[in-house]
Structure formats: structure tokens, C-alpha cells
């Protein structure tokens, strides 16, 4: 089992940044495939973005490419989403992912072992 925590989120005007962090309680956390999704009210959960094992492969949403950057640490067992640039459209609440297939591509359709909770972002107007 592995519990994954997410923190940073909050609220930030548009144009604004602001910096994510998952935490994860595996010890094999260099051996999932981590990646970070959002929720908006009232829509389907959507993928954000997605980062390999070795953090050598990274994929974005269209959405959110050239803003955000996703990155991990393994020696601190956390995933991290930097958000620059960001537009309202962004609000949603946004979750941490993780899978054990080697495949990135895998947790981009979907396919995820375990969930965070999940920490809102607002980006006001």
C-alpha cells in the first residue's frame, strides 16, 4: 500500500505560480510512475502531466504545457507539480497518482494504483 500526500495548493491570482508536492510513503517510490491529475467542478477528472521512474520522461496535457513542469525527488520520495502562468481555468482539485507500469502512457489513459486525496487551487481573475 502506498499513501500519497498532497500539499500546496491555495489560492493565487492569475499570472501567478505556485508549487505542488506529493509525498509518498513507499520505499519503492523510484519504482512507480508518478503523475498529477485535476478535477474542476462540475468536469470529468483530466490529466495534468506524468513523469518516469527515472525522471528522464516527462508528457503534459496540451492545456498546461510550457507552464507547468513536473519533477521528482527521490531521496525525499516526493513528486512535485511547478505551476507558472496560471489562468482560472486552472481551478480545479488537483490529485497525485501513481503506477507501477513501467509505461508512462499507462497512467496518461488512466490506469492508477494509487490516489492522493487531492488539495484545491483557485486562481482568481
Known amino acids: 500500500q502506498v499513501q500519497l500526500v498532497e500539499s500546496g495548493g491555495g489560492l493565487v491570482q492569475a499570472g501567478g505560480s505556485l508549487r505542488l508536492s506529493c509525498a509518498a510513503s513507499?520505499?519503492?517510490?523510484?519504482?512507480?510512475?508518478m503523475g498529477w491529475f485535476r478535477q474542476a467542478p462540475g468536469k470529468e477528472r483530466e490529466f495534468v502531466a506524468v513523469?518516469?521512474?527515472?525522471?528522464?520522461?516527462?508528457y503534459y496535457a496540451a492545456s498546461v504545457k510550457g507552464r507547468f513542469t513536473i519533477s521528482r525527488e527521490g531521496a525525499r520520495n516526493t513528486v512535485y507539480l511547478q505551476m507558472n502562468s496560471l489562468k482560472p481555468e486552472d481551478t480545479a482539485v488537483y490529485s497525485c497518482?501513481?503506477?507501477?507500469?513501467?509505461?508512462?502512457?499507462?497512467?496518461?489513459?488512466?490506469?492508477?494504483?494509487?490516489w492522493g486525496q487531492g488539495t484545491q487551487v483557485t486562481v482568481s481573475s
Open positions: 513523469i518516469s521512474w527515472s525522471g528522464g520522461y516527462t
Open positions: 497518482a501513481a503506477n507501477r507500469q513501467i509505461d508512462p502512457q499507462a497512467l496518461v489513459r488512466g490506469t492508477v494504483d494509487y
Open positions: 513507499s520505499r519503492t517510490f523510484n519504482k512507480y510512475v
